[in-house]
């Protein structure tokens, strides 16, 4: 079963512009984690948050996450062409064994 | 550090055969996992392996899904009698012992069942 739901379902920007991606999720969780999948291939990890954390940069990304709502965003900045993709969130299992994803934002970068 | 790596990468079968998929993990990974993903959803876990010892399977790995991890190192998935629902993509991840947070996916093996 799915952890969370991502929102929004689609994203389409132009070249340049901000997306900013929220993730909400049901249980306590360990971290959360931000993963790209380009068209019919693997998943890359791209950030991780941990529940002590509040923010998290990486190159132009930056991840918030808030606990007590159960809330995660992802903010890619300046964004290209080639940010075209599915965004996926992910929180660990119960016992950290496994990953539970959303079901994911797909973005369009028009350039 | 080559990846993880996955064979096929596309299978199509008709209904009612047996397809086997393999996984190779990043070397010295001894953390292996097994998602399935369907179109337009985020991948949905099947089970993981610690070394060889299959820890933790999900209720979606009914008893015609088997994985193996016989020598601690690849892993193969087997569907046997398959049906129209197990077309999907099938996702394998590996992690290192030192830090089982990430996981490095492969590319996926994408099954038709026709």
């Known amino acids: 079963s799915q952890q969370g739901e991502e929102d929004p379902q689609a994203l389409s920007i132009q070249e340049g512009e901000n997306a900013t991606m929220n993730c909400s999720y049901k249980?306590?969780?360990?971290?959360l984690q931000w993963y790209r999948q380009n068209s019919g291939r693997g998943l890359v990890h791209l950030i991780l948050i941990r529940s002590n954390e509040r923010e998290k940069h990486s190159g132009r990304l930056r991840v918030t996450l808030d606990t007590s709502k159960k809330s995660s965003s992802l903010l890619i900045t300046a964004s290209r062409a080639a940010d075209t993709a599915s965004y996926f969130c992910a929180t660990d299992g119960e016992y950290g064994n496994k990953l539970v994803f959303g079901a994911g934002t797909i973005l369009r970068v028009k350039s | 550090d080559t990846g993880v790596s996955q064979d096929p990468r596309h299978k199509i079968t008709k209904r009612g055969q047996n397809v086997t998929f393999r996984c190779d993990p990043i070397s010295e990974h001894n953390r292996l996992y097994w998602y399935r993903q369907t179109l337009g959803q985020g991948p949905e876990f099947l089970t993981y392996f610690q070394n060889e010892a299959q820890l933790e399977k999900s209720r979606l790995l009914s008893d015609r899904f088997s994985a193996e991890r016989p020598k601690g190192s690849f892993s193969t998935l087997e569907i046997q009698r398959t049906e129209q629902g197990d077309s999907a993509m099938y996702l394998c991840?590996?992690?290192?012992?030192?830090?089982?947070?990430?996981?490095?996916f492969g590319p996926g093996t994408r099954l038709t069942v026709l």
């Open positions: 991840a590996s992690s290192p012992e030192r830090n089982t947070d990430t996981q490095y």
């Open positions: 249980t306590s969780i360990n971290n």
